[in-house]
């Protein structure tokens, strides 16, 4: 994001906020792994025996990844998917850190939402595994076994804050980004009060508002969910007057 700020003729400081610790109990994932690995594997062997009518391995069809973090995560315990195996993404930063590690994305949704997700997943879907951040919204769980598909939904990783300590900053800046709800609490928890000229710049609805409900005012949301619509939101909206603040909730 910072070189897509560059580019915008933006000055981007960045302040690492969050960051990601391993679960604190691992056995799910890794037995969601060894399940995927496993399956993979038999019915590899099923189609060099010449195996047609044997039921299909037990294991997951489809893969569903919300974050580039849960790509890499999987991506640094399984070498390689099952051939047969496809994979669905929230949003392209998602989609590129998935094809970055050598996967092929079979599915995108227009909008770059868990809703989206859970409406764009073909009738044909069985059995999903969804790796995940230990704070994720039960949106794409819930509304996927609503459809009847069964989904292996382990924790893939942990949010964290990177410390307690306020964050205070040389200058004042022009705007703030946010890009995610965990982001927002940490900006209310270690940066408030910000200043009132700077804006607040939230990279979708959701966040913002996860935003509001940290008691952050909101004033620009990027028009889809993506760095790049999410800058040039901000350059648009300083190179307008600067809109009226809104009220916290």
Known sequence: MAAAARDRDLDPRIVPLIGTEAPKDPAPLAAAV?????????????????????????????????????????????????????????????????????WVVDLVPPDASAAALVAALPDTARSVLFPRSDLAAPTLVDGLRARGIDVVDVVAYRTVGTGDEPITLDTVPAAVLVTSGSVAREIARRMTPLDPGTLVACIGPGTAADARA?????????????????????VETLHHSAPEQEGTP
Do not use: M
């Not at 195996?51 to 999987?74: E, F, H, K, M, Q």
């Not at 990027?222 to 790049?228: Q, Y």
């Open 34 to 102: 060894r399940r995927l690995v496993d399956s993979g594997a038999a019915r590899r062997h099923d189609s060099r025996s010449g195996v047609g009518d044997r039921p299909r391995a037990a294991g997951p069809d489809w893969l569903v990844v919300t974050s580039a973090t849960a790509v890499r995560v999987i991506a640094g315990l399984v070498a390689r998917l099952p051939s047969d195996l496809l994979v669905a993404a929230v949003g392209e930063p998602t989609a590129r850190a998935a094809r970055a590690a050598g």
């Open 214 to 234: 940290a008691g952050l005012p909101v004033h620009v949301i990027g028009r889809t969910r993506s760095a790049e619509a999410l800058l040039d939101a901000v």
